[in-house]
């Protein structure tokens, strides 16, 4: 089992691009396990976790509802914004400036084959990072993600996750709004739940910005300890 996770840090990149080059490595780790189980091989897999920014994008999920969008693409591109429908659970979400987009593209025959408890230690991740900067968050029951008051009329949501899996790999992964441009949550329904505000990290602090890469190293430590991984010491993040 390989447990060594190298991180890679694309900086601000395109939506398309992004999604591309993790379709690349998603494919590339399925085919050596094909390989493996064909030709009677125990070759490592590799396990990634991609931090990027992304310039303003809606992504709607193969279960989404695209009458979640409230706006057309023309309102879309007067905002600067684009959309793609994408292969992984859930319904629609933005991704923008500001906001920490994770992507771990993991072999879970490395680590643990339960699609639910990878996604608990995802949002485990950010609970644990939210609690640094004095942030209490939790989980919604039913709804992936990590909240603010739930349970209250204040409930929102601070981080967004869906993932998508084939043959243990992973790929797709979280949005934790840190310095996020609020406003282009009201062009939808935030995963496709109604009534329910959404938060980011300098707003919750008060703050007009939180260091981002202060939060990155942050995530990337408890993502170390609840996966019981090794991060590959010559990648920059």
């Known amino acids: 089992m390989n447990k060594k996770v190298h991180v890679q840090d694309l900086g601000l990149k395109d939506y398309k691009e992004t999604w591309d080059y993790q379709e690349q490595l998603f494919k590339d780790t399925i ?5 493996n189980r064909r030709e009677e091989l125990s070759l490592e897999t590799p396990n990634h976790f991609l931090f990027v920014e992304h310039p303003h994008v809606y992504t709607l999920g193969k279960s989404g509802d695209i009458s979640n969008l409230l706006v057309d693409e023309k309102v879309l591109a007067a905002k600067g914004a684009t959309f793609y429908k994408i292969n992984r659970g859930g319904d629609i979400t933005y991704h923008g400036p500001g906001q920490i ?12 084959t339960d699609i639910h408890k990878y996604l608990r230690f995802l949002e485990e991740m950010v609970i644990l990072t939210l609690a640094e900067y ?26 967004a996750m869906g993932v998508r ?13 840190v310095n996020a441009d609020l406003g282009y949550f009201d062009m939808m329904i935030p995963c496709g739940i109604k009534g329910k505000a959404v938060t980011s990290l300098n ?10 890469d202060e939060v990155k190293q942050k995530l990337l430590k408890h993502f170390q300890v609840l996966f019981e991984a090794k991060i590959n010491e010559k990648t920059e993040v």
């Open 31 to 35: 085919d050596l396990k094909i390989r």
């Open 203 to 212: 707003v919750e602090l008060g703050k007009k910005e939180v260091s981002m």
């Open 165 to 177: 899996a084939s043959r243990w790999v992973t790929m797709h992964g979280f949005a934790l709004n």
């Open 134 to 159: 004095g942030i209490k968050s939790e989980r919604s029951p039913g709804e992936t993600g990590v909240w603010l008051d739930v349970g209250t009329p204040f409930a929102r949501k601070i981080c």
């Open 101 to 112: 987009v994770g992507y771990p593209i993991l072999d879970l025959d490395n680590f643990f």
